[in-house]
């Protein structure tokens, strides 16, 4: 469930000051065998929710864990900044960071999915130009026409950055060609008129849906890992 930022997260946000438990969340690499490399790498961004304390949570572990031969990165935003922010100097230059992270680990793979759920959907969006594909379920698609606690929390993004996002999310989007967002008619449906429906970016309301959050939803009915299942499968590898 994608909820407000917690106040000892807003705390962390606005002083700068990252204590090690949401530092240690920030990147969490699991290969399925030690000393081995899989085929594919699940990258699962981390969105908004957070537990009793305000520690972030390390979104569709356990999912990525059931998936075959796949090795999984698990990245948490400890500003959540929608990973716009520099986790080490807070500058506005944080896909510099984890881009440069991102690009040392990625060229032992053959096959690269990002997954992610509300603002882990947008960072995935955000970074799809790295990915063969992307799966985002409501993800914020704009920061500069959000609304409610969306529009309270983006106001912390200089407005240079906010008002890019939308262009920033369509030309990562195209150099992937293979991008699936999914939102449940329960929430934030607006979101889907900032983002573009072609034939490289694939948006759908999922009017079954009955919950908040599609990826619960698809847990509760037990669909969630052959969902994942499905879409890495039709994702060839790299040549």
Request: hydrophobic share 35%; glycine share 6%; aromatic share 10%.
């Amino acid at each position: 469930m994608c909820i407000p930022l917690s106040i000892r997260a807003k705390f962390y946000a606005f002083t700068g000051y990252i204590p090690k438990d949401l530092q240690d969340l920030k990147w969490n690499y699991r290969p399925k065998k030690e000393g081995s490399t899989a085929p594919t790498l699940v990258i699962a961004f981390a969105g908004g929710a957070v537990q009793m304390g305000g520690i972030p949570i390390l979104e569709f572990s356990r999912t990525v864990s059931q998936l075959e031969d796949c090795d999984a990165l698990l990245l948490s935003d400890p500003h959540q900044a929608w990973y716009l922010q520099d986790c080490e100097t807070r500058s506005w230059k944080g896909q510099e960071e984890w881009r440069g992270l991102l690009n040392e680990l990625l060229p032992n793979y053959k096959r690269i999915i990002m997954i992610g759920n509300c603002l882990g959907g947008t960072a995935a969006l955000l970074f799809a130009d790295l990915a063969d594909r992307v799966i985002a379920f409501g993800p914020q698609t704009t920061l500069y026409h959000s609304k409610g606690k969306y529009k309270l929390n983006s106001m912390r993004v200089p407005s240079v950055i906010s008002e890019r996002v939308e262009h920033m999310i369509d030309q990562s989007a195209l150099t992937c060609g293979s991008v699936y967002v999914y939102f449940s008619p329960k929430k934030d449906t607006y979101m889907e008129h900032y983002i573009r429906n072609s034939e490289y970016l694939h948006v759908e309301i999922v009017n079954e849906c009955d919950m908040e959050s599609i990826p619960q939803w698809l847990k509760k009915n037990e669909q969630l890992v052959q969902f994942m299942t499905n879409h890495i499968k039709a994702t060839p590898f790299r040549k």
